[in-house]
DNA sequence: ACCACTAATGTACACGCGTACATTTTCGCA
DNA sequence: TGCGAAAATGTACGCGTGTACATTAGTGGT
């Protein structure tokens, strides 16, 4: 007798309306005599109906998903965890506000770009990307997404030329912040060790960092530049060199493009002999968790991550605040503002 | 005249055939001539066609998504990313290999739990769930579950007396294995800081901590047993007890039941005048990333999170190794194995 | 050439909801 | 009391697939 699960035409014979009747009262649409609602939602709580997402979502044509695409390679851990699981936090709260699903698809860098058939499969209502590089296949697969005019935004990666829809954080600002406060210091030779260009925030951090140096009169010394990948072995690599380079007072400070290449580099500098924050001034980028808790505790530039989720979500769901758009070029500008935290690993550090 | 996405009609139409070949076509059913089956496809191809996974998962009735469920308190970071990440990897990957997506979902702690509606309302297909907690109204969440026989799997917390499914790790081992060690190196006032009883793992480590000890002849001694909550900083504020014992010599090594807590446990002792792997030795587990970077770096015990995501979902989806059921208690019993991994904090320690 | 059988394809409908439109009820007001 | 308008409810159908069942085409054996 019992067969399936309860559906809205039992709820309709129980309350002794017609089935659109229980449909309105459930959504609240249109006018229903409040003694009619009442009979429905009784009846409703007394069969514990629960109608189906499937097939609402059919009718109303929409997933109710937002999607997040976060690249990945198993076991490879490139990025740091902190800040994905804080963009992915900010995002996750407000979609649960607004009242989306998420659904969190991880993408090989080998895999094919094909963010279109996600929305014409109608998997997604709109769709977040993070950890985006540069490249021609992204920037033809985003292209088309705008072409079409799917929902979707970027979160911490600009694509120079685009008008792709995107959340950014000031990280000139944060560079420039981060190597002036050096120069406060007492700084003159400023290591850099930045990330691969694929990512605009390597392209704003250097940006950041020449603008500083030449606003206190100091040309940036190529010689003293690096490059890592953002991974904490990156940093951990680059340590030898520039060890070195700080015992031969060729560097007095070094300002490395996120946290874990810090971390590394913190790491590598001591088993060379170099005691970071006295002999040479460190400061990192994104004021991980970790920072905090090294010795010396590290300089960094902290990012609203979770709020750049947030922000995303918002721009995409809620209509709250129209982007702002740049006169010009037509282009979304707006940036969150970062901020500089000050540790032991800059701070009273004296140059010889 | 082009109005609105391509569907199975139109390919229907353009290919000759009936839409009832085009479905058995793209979805290899039924026997289809050759040049049929290329007619089709061409169509599709030609037209760009993209079936609609709204009216497929309705149609099958199956949403083809894997839920995965986190207990989430905005920016209060209580639990490691480190270990969320694994599982949540592990997840990810499996189940897209299985052709499943993964649907994301934080839960307040405050929040009521309410699993079953997610399955009836078809949002899920199976539900994996994460960082649960002992307590009455998860259990009875969870009992509901397994009485409407929807498939879930909970990974690492154990529900004594109930038959859900779950993917665990041997903690009781690793603790053993952690202590004896602390013990082989010659400690035998070994102090414990654990966390809660809630979780399952709390009570496994305090067994394998107690065993080792009877097996050494070394009674448990409720003065050096600790209780944090798993974050950095229930560890740290344990410090200061933890370092006066130390100097009274009434412990002689330490083992944390993660590596939070014993960093921040390691910050404490430090800022207390304690060298750990020195005046006394220290263990923490879950061997996450830090473990590795910290000075002295912290011995650990290595638990294989990513592996135990991807078995959680080859328990749901795969149909390949059925569960190892304890004949006697009826109960699933399967245990991923751990890994003692001794490093600088716990090892060449001589106690006085 | 005929039959029996299988392969290949077409026809028809269910799935459970939202909602446009039709119909009935209610209600204010003359 | 009657009447028009608004409120409340019912009827009917579309959404795009998967698939059971009906039908037709093909094949091999005699």
């Known amino acids: 007798m019992e067969e399936g699960p309860i559906r809205r035409k039992e709820v309709a014979k129980l309350a002794g309306v017609s089935e659109a009747t229980v449909s309105r009262v459930l959504n609240g649409v249109g006018p229903i005599r409040e003694e009619t609602r009442k009979r429905v939602l009784e009846a ?19 997933s109710g998903n937002l999607g997040v695409i976060i690249p990945f390679v198993p076991k490879v851990h490139l990025f740091s965890t902190y800040y994905f699981s804080e963009i992915l936090s900010g995002i996750g709260v407000t979609a649960k506000k607004e009242g989306y699903d998420m659904l969190l698809m991880f993408l090989s860098p080998e895999e094919k770009r094909n963010y279109s058939r996600l929305f014409r499969m109608q998997k997604v209502d709109a769709c977040i990307m993070l950890g985006t590089q540069d490249g021609e296949e992204e920037r033809q697969a985003l292209r088309e997404l705008l072409q079409e005019e799917h929902p979707f935004c970027l979160v911490n990666q600009r694509f120079e030329g685009e008008a792709f829809p995107t959340i950014e954080a000031d990280h000139v600002s944060g560079s420039y912040a981060a190597t002036a406060h050096l120069i406060g210091q007492g700084c003159d030779r400023i290591a850099f060790l930045n990330g691969p260009l694929t990512y605009s925030n390597s392209a704003d951090r250097y940006d950041g960092y020449r603008r500083a140096l030449a606003d206190n009169g100091i040309s940036v010394n190529q010689d003293i530049l690096f490059t890592g990948n953002y991974s904490r072995k990156s940093g951990y690599i680059a340590a030898p060199e520039i060890a070195g380079a700080i015992k031969d007072q060729r560097i007095d400070a070094v300002f490395a493009a996120n946290d874990r290449m810090a971390l590394g580099l913190l790491q590598g500098l001591r088993e060379h002999g ?18 905090r808790y090294t010795d010396p505790q590290l300089s960094s530039v902290s990012v609203p991550f979770y709020e750049m989720g947030a922000a995303a979500v918002s721009k995409l769901i809620g209509q709250e605040k129209p982007a702002i758009i740049d006169t010009e070029t037509g282009f979304n500008v707006e940036k969150l503002p970062v901020r500089l935290i000050p540790r032991a690993s800059s701070l009273r550090y004296k140059p010889n």
């Open 44 to 62: 409703a709580e007394q069969l514990n109906y629960v109608p189906s997402a499937l097939a609402q979502q059919f009718a109303r044509k929409k």
């Open 274 to 291: 170099i005691e970071p924050g006295r002999d040479a001034a460190l400061i990192g980028y994104d004021d991980s968790e970790e920072a």
